[in-house]
């Protein structure tokens, strides 16, 4: 489980202090997708920092499974916004990266592999992150995270750049993977109908500085078909109120 | 596959080498004189006595600019590299360097050879005082230059200071390290020339001085041309090297 209490987070500016979390406090359950929504400024990447320890420099307490966030120790797989690619490694030592810091080697396993090619860019390995669109970066820093076999995954908005007909397979790649290995994961998005698709609990932000509105139970969670059902429309209503409301 | 000098390169160079050969030649023909022999003949007494005469000058000044270009990176670009990483370390070091790098080293010669002597020990310090501050301050830029975003990927895989080093601030500085150390290159072939007219009898900087001497001036202008191709090729194999590690760019 992840214990998050009281975390307040707050950013240097040139002249003035800008709080980003203000006392922000939620449990994350082991083995489940957590889905956060909210506005844009309210500090939703800068709870993944926190999360993944890139960032120290906050007040209160976060701990995962009763230990402090440590990733040395910690399995932690992150894509951020920005993908976070190193530009001078190819497309396959990107991918491997993880792999590489944490196991000593960048081979590549069937697991890889597999991950590679279900992300279709199997067939760019020893391009450069330049030569590449932004959605494909935005797969190879999926596929990062993803090839690392993580026990925490963090995602910031990880589909955002892809096309709807992507997206979709991406979101349904990510469901196979994720049954497979119940791996804890945040999961931040802007879109309504990729925090339902995707969150089995739904927790929803306030404007800035951050705080928990509301954690949802999602119903809609693994139903056939979900786009095309009354529960998706009402829960889509739902949330939408509670985010415009906030 | 990369492309290691492209063709727009050879054909500058070829270029260049055209111009300067006929602007020596109008020289050569205007002044008339034994002072500016044409660079036709030149480059036949080059062809005659490289291997008898040149060749072991060359050997003697490529081997102290060599030795001079490795030691200075080996004792820069980690020096650069901790000054930028670390803020104490920079902190503790940068007025040095700052205060030193304004020094016209060559102004330093007499103390050196006063410290260590006429021989080679003289000429290698020389080399590494002109070329290791530019590589230092250039290595400190460099790492300083590198966004906190990128270290972010690194840091949440918990990846050791050595991993930081061997993952990113090498390769993200090496271009700018490379291409420092072409630029020194000028200043360094200058002063292996002037170390090379004293204390040794080998080196082009001694051969040229000593042609002079004995007023052979075709051995002189071979000796210029030698030394001159000898930068440009140092010069072009550093710009091979940027080309190859840094083709991510
Ligand atoms: N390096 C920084 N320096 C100063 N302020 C910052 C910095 N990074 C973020 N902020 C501020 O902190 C707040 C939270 O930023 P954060 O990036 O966490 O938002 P977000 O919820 O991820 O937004 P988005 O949905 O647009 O990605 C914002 O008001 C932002 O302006
Ligand atoms: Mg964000």
Not at chain 1, 17 to 44: H, M, Q, R, V, W
Not at chain 1, 78 to 92: E, H, M, S
Request: with cysteine.
């Amino acid at each position: 489980m992840i214990a998050i209490k009281d975390l307040s987070v707050k950013y240097r500016g040139k002249e003035e202090e800008i709080l980003a979390l203000d006392k922000f406090s939620i449990n994350i359950c082991k083995g489940d997708i957590y889905t956060f929504i909210g506005p844009s400024g309210c500090g939703k990447s800068t709870l993944l920092h926190v999360l993944s320890g890139i960032m120290k420099d906050y007040s209160g307490s976060v701990s995962i499974d009763g230990q402090a966030i440590n990733p040395k120790t910690q399995r932690i797989g992150l894509i951020l916004q920005n993908y976070g690619l190193l530009p001078w490694k190819n497309v396959y030592q990107n991918t491997m990266l993880g792999v590489k810091i944490k196991n000593g080697n960048e081979l590549s396993d069937d697991y890889s592999k597999y991950i590679l090619k279900n992300l279709a860019i199997d067939n760019l390995l020893d391009r450069y992150p330049k030569e590449l669109s932004g959605g494909q970066q935005q797969r190879v820093a999926i596929a990062r995270a993803f090839a690392m076999k993580p026990d925490l995954l963090l995602m910031d908005e990880p589909f955002s750049a892809l096309d709807a007909i992507t997206r979709e397979e991406m979101q349904e790649l990510f469901l196979n993977i994720w049954k497979h290995n119940s791996v804890t994961t945040v999961f931040i998005t802007h879109s309504v109908d990729e925090a339902l698709y995707l969150g089995r609990k739904i927790v929803v932000l306030s404007a800035s500085p951050g705080r928990v509105l509301e954690v949802l139970d999602n119903p809609c969670f693994n139903l056939d078909n979900l786009r095309f059902r009354d529960e998706y429309y009402s829960m889509s209503m739902k949330l939408r109120k509670i985010v415009s409301k906030g | 596959m990369i492309k290691l000098l492209s063709k727009e390169k050879w054909q500058g160079t070829l270029y260049s080498f055209v111009i300067v050969i006929i602007f020596w030649q109008a020289a050569a023909m205007i002044v008339n004189l034994p002072i500016v022999p044409s660079p036709g003949f030149v480059f036949l007494n080059i062809m005659e006595i490289f291997s008898s005469k040149i060749q072991i000058h060359v050997l003697y000044s490529l081997l102290r600019i060599m030795e001079g270009i490795a030691i200075s990176i080996l004792i820069g670009v980690p020096l650069g590299f901790l000054m930028g990483y670390f803020n104490k370390v920079d902190r503790l070091l940068s007025p040095l360097i700052y205060f030193t790098y304004p020094v016209p080293k060559i102004a330093l010669l007499p103390v050196v050879m006063l410290l260590f002597g006429l021989g080679e020990a003289s000429k290698l310090i020389m080399i590494i005082l002109i070329i290791v501050f530019q590589i230092i301050i250039t290595s400190r830029d460099a790492v300083k230059a590198i966004p906190d975003e990128t270290f972010r990927s690194l840091k949440s895989l918990g990846a050791t200071k050595v991993q930081m080093f061997t993952e990113i601030i090498f390769p993200a500085s090496l271009s700018e390290v490379l291409t420092a150390t072409r630029l020194a290159l000028g200043t360094a072939v200058s002063i292996l020339f002037f170390t090379e007219t004293f204390g040794t009898e080998y080196g082009m900087g001694y051969f040229i001085m000593d042609s002079w001497m004995r007023v052979n001036y075709l051995d002189m202008y071979a000796g210029i041309v030698v030394l001159s191709f000898m930068g440009f090729c140092i010069f072009t194999l550093i710009d091979i090297a940027e080309n190859y590690f840094c083709s991510w760019r």
